[in-house]
Nanobody, 114 residues
Framework: QVQLVESGGGLVQPGGSLRLSCAAS????????MRWYRQAPGKERELVAT???????YYAVSVQGRFTISRDNAKNTVYLQMNSLKPEDTAVYYC????????WGQGTQVAVSS
């Protein structure tokens, strides 16, 4: 079955960096666009970044220039490199693939605080 497993979250100071990973299985990874979403406490889940099957990437305005999404089809893994982190980036980050319907991982917590 489809599985998405996120990792790499943690506590980081403002201005710091983290790299999130999402290991995918149960489907032909290279055939699907992959997305990262996040959900902060008391807020709706929001789309952060998308990478297409061809490697084109798209970002929310709030993270443009700071975050980079990438994929390694040989490893069935999508990444989110997050630089210049801000307290408002604090959220649970989720990996997503639309395979018939939305598939989600369990999420990984990112906390940005001094």
């Amino acid at each position: 079955q489809v599985q998405l497993v996120e990792s790499g979250g943690g506590l980081v100071q403002p201005g710091g960096s983290l790299r999130l990973s999402c290991a995918a299985s149960g489907f032909t990874f290279s055939s699907y666009a992959m997305r990262w979403y996040r959900q902060a406490p008391g807020k709706e889940r929001e789309l952060v970044a998308t990478i297409t099957t061809g490697g084109n990437s798209y970002y929310a305005v709030s993270v443009q220039g700071r975050f980079t999404i990438s994929r390694d089809n040989a490893k069935n893994t999508v990444y989110l490199q997050m630089n210049s982190l801000k307290p408002e980036d604090t959220a649970v980050y989720y990996c997503n693939a639309e395979i018939g319907f939305a598939r989600w991982g369990q999420g990984t917590q990112v906390a940005v605080s001094s």
